[in-house]
C-alpha cells in the first residue's frame, strides 16, 4: 500500500475516535497529518540509529527534551519498531499529556493492524 493510502486509512481510524479523545492535539485532519509525518520521520530517525552520528543519532535522553507532541510521535515510533526505549517515552508521555497518549495508541493501533493485514 503506497504512503498516501495508508495516510487516509489513518486518518479513518481517527475519525473512529471516541470525540472525548478529540479535544487536545490531532483534533483535525490537518494536524493528525503532521502527527502521522512526524512518525514516519521519528521511525527513520529511530532506525538510523546505528549509523548515525551525533548530533544526529537518536538517542533515548532527547526524549526528556522533545514537546508532548513530539514526545507523541517517538512514542508512536518506538512501538512499531520494537524499540526498547518505548516504555520510557510512554511513561514521560502519561506525565504530559493523556490525549496525546489516546492518539498515539490509536495509531499504533492502526499501523500494526495494517501491518497483519498486509496493507
Known sequence: MNVSRRIASLERAFDEIEGSHR??????????????????????HIRREPIDSPP????????????????????????????????????????TDEGLVHLADSVVRRIKGASASGT
Open 56 to 95: 544526529w543519532k537518536y538517542r533515548t535522553s532527547m526524549l526528556h527534551n522533545f514537546e508532548p507532541f513530539t514526545l507523541g510521535q517517538y512514542v508512536v515510533a518506538l512501538s512499531v519498531t520494537e524499540h526498547p526505549d518505548e516504555a520510557e517515552a510512554r511513561r514521560l508521555l502519561k506525565s
Open 23 to 44: 479535544s487536545g492535539p490531532g483534533r483535525d485532519h490537518a494536524e493528525f497529518r503532521a502527527f502521522v509525518r512526524g512518525v514516519l520521520r521519528a521511525i527513520v
